[in-house]
């Protein structure tokens, strides 16, 4: 087995993650910052990876709240939200842990792992936990810990990069006849590795953005709901799964956890427009951003008609290349990433 290579720096947008703006998020910040001025408080409501938020963050936002209802996505964005000075030698610890089969083995080795990365991920997250109930490590150190062995458990995933399929070759040979069959980074040994903290004030709720829009209080709200009908929690389960740390009964060829409570009305025909129209009317900010792409359930005349009841409603547009179908299709097209700000009537 290969030993996986540092070649860059941990940050929470170091994954592939589907809809993430990761590619936009400069463009964002700055048209953001040019139309509403530089806010002191930030929301990046369906965070997702945080890309957003963290763009803010760097041009000076002092205050950034992040809203997702993923787990997973809480707990990585989390990990980067202060400094332990302890991490490198727990991390150490959790690395020479001897593998040990546990709930990942016995529901993921050869599927979405190998066999002995399982081992070594039971290991430690296992370890993880128990630190975690026995008080030995603080609050701060089990999101680190619990974000870098997320980002460890992606690395080496047998995907492309989400959990909606695993690729069908697991064996050692990553080239068969010619072929790229497995992502050679799924040999690789599951490492966990040090994060750098984040700069400013980070404050991460895992909650559901209906309820959020109702409480959270910011100068300016950036929205980035899901446009498709493809369920994060079905594309992200395995990671869920992990965060979560429930050891649910799986099912189906995919090993889905019940994710019954975690359906988002975002991603369905009959419920996007009512679900949009819930948060803008509950959102609290003078200033809304609302990126959609032209390839979404909703057109973009049916979002301008909901955002134009609490404001004026300004318009922008900028193509984004995008590979296939976000499904293992890998054809390069360009699609147009929408943005809408809505300034809202009688606020600020
Ligand atoms: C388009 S992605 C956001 C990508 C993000 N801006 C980034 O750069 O990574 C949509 C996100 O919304 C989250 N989500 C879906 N429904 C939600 C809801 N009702 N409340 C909060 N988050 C939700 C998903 O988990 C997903 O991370």
Known sequence: MK????????????????????????????????RAGLPGSFLDGFCGTGAVGIAMAARGVPRIVAVDSLRSNCAILRGFGQACPRIGELLRALNALPPQRGYITASFAGTYFTESNCARMDAAREAIARMAARAEITEGEHDMLLASFLLAADRVANTLGQYDAFMKNISERSVVDGRHVVDERVQTAFTLRPLDPL?????????????????????????????????????????????????????????????????????????????????????????????????????????????????????????YPVFGNGAGVSARRTVKEFLFHLSVKGAG
Not at 209 to 219: K, W, Y
């Open 3 to 34: 030993t996986a290579a540092a070649d860059q720096p941990l940050l929470p947008y170091t994954r592939k993650y589907l809809g993430s703006k990761r590619q936009l998020k400069d463009w964002l910040a700055q048209t953001m910052i040019a």
């Open 199 to 319: 700069p400013g004030r980070l404050e991460v709720m895992e909650e559901d953005m209906l309820v959020a829009a109702a409480h959270v209080e910011v100068d300016v709200a950036y929205l980035d709901p899901p446009y498709n009908h493809r369920q994060y929690c079905d594309n992200y389960h395995v990671l869920e799964n992990l965060a979560r740390w429930e050891k649910p009964l799986l099912s189906g060829k995919t090993l889905k956890f019940d994710r019954a409570g975690l359906k988002s009305p975002f991603s369905k025909r009959g419920k996007a427009a009512g679900a949009l129209e819930t948060l803008v009317s509950r959102i609290l900010a003078p200033h809304v951003f609302l990126s959609y792409s032209s390839e979404g359930i909703l057109q973009r005349d049916e979002i301008e008609a909901i955002l134009s009841a609490r404001g004026d409603v300004w318009f922008s547009e900028i193509p």
